[in-house]
T-cell receptor, first 114, second 112 residues
């Protein structure tokens, strides 16, 4: 199906482990984004990418790494997971940030770090 | 730094009522504003996008207005239905097109 898909939907990991959240979109959108959603903080931007091999930090990038070797994929890696990274993570994409259609979001990954 | 607030934080209304959700932002230098709906445990669904040069957008029973100079947007829902129950978020994009700042959301319950 066309769209933006995230995997896994749910993940439990231990403190200190490395974990990668996947995001795949089928529209060939240029821009992709990773947000985390927490009670009391709303949605906050972690990293974004304007094109393949171009990434930049958002509001809360510490502890996260991203890569974008292909336009359609934008994985988010927690190099050494901490309990403060327990959150719901959303991936989003847009063809052009200045277009008329806005963002499209994935269904999210609920990550629990124990 | 752009800050987005939404009032009220939660709202409960009987079915059939018209209602207004409010969104305020501190920096009027925005490129566009987008309203989203989020159902529990789900992702965000785009409802309406208003460019900074526009005053309002309509889609079905939804109407969103934008007053950039005063830093405000409203989402009007006509003839509310139980299926409208969800959290509604507004988000503004800065003029550089690099960051979308979200409000905390308004949790709406429409009672049958």
């Amino acid at each position: 199906d066309a769209g933006i898909t995230q995997s896994p939907r749910y993940k439990i990991t231990e403190t200190g482990r490395q974990v990668t959240l996947m995001c795949h979109q089928t529209w060939s959108h240029s821009y992709m984004f990773w947000y985390r959603q927490d009670l009391g903080h709303g949605l906050r931007l972690i990293y974004y990418s304007a094109a393949a091999d171009i990434t930049d930090k958002g509001e809360v990038p510490d502890g996260y790494v991203v890569s974008r070797s292909k336009t359609e994929n934008f994985p988010l890696t927690l190099e050494s997971a901490t309990r403060s990274q327990t959150s719901v993570y959303f991936c989003a994409s847009i063809s052009n940030v200045l277009n008329n259609y806005g963002y499209t979001f994935g269904s999210g990954t609920r990550l629990t770090v124990v | 730094k752009q800050e987005v607030t939404q009032i009220p934080a939660a709202l409960s209304v009987p079915e059939g009522e018209n209602l207004v959700l409010n969104c305020s932002f501190t920096d009027s230098a925005i490129y566009n504003l987008q309203w989203f709906r989020q159902d529990p445990g789900k992702g965000l669904t785009s409802l309406l996008l208003i460019q900074s040069s526009q005053r309002e957008q309509t889609s079905g029973r939804l109407n969103a207005s934008l007053d950039k100079s005063s830093g405000r947007s409203t989402l009007y829902i006509a003839a509310s239905q139980p299926g409208d129950s969800a959290t509604y978020l507004c988000a503004v994009m800065d003029n550089y097109g690099q960051n979308f700042v979200f409000g905390p959301g308004t949790r709406l319950s429409v009672l049958p």
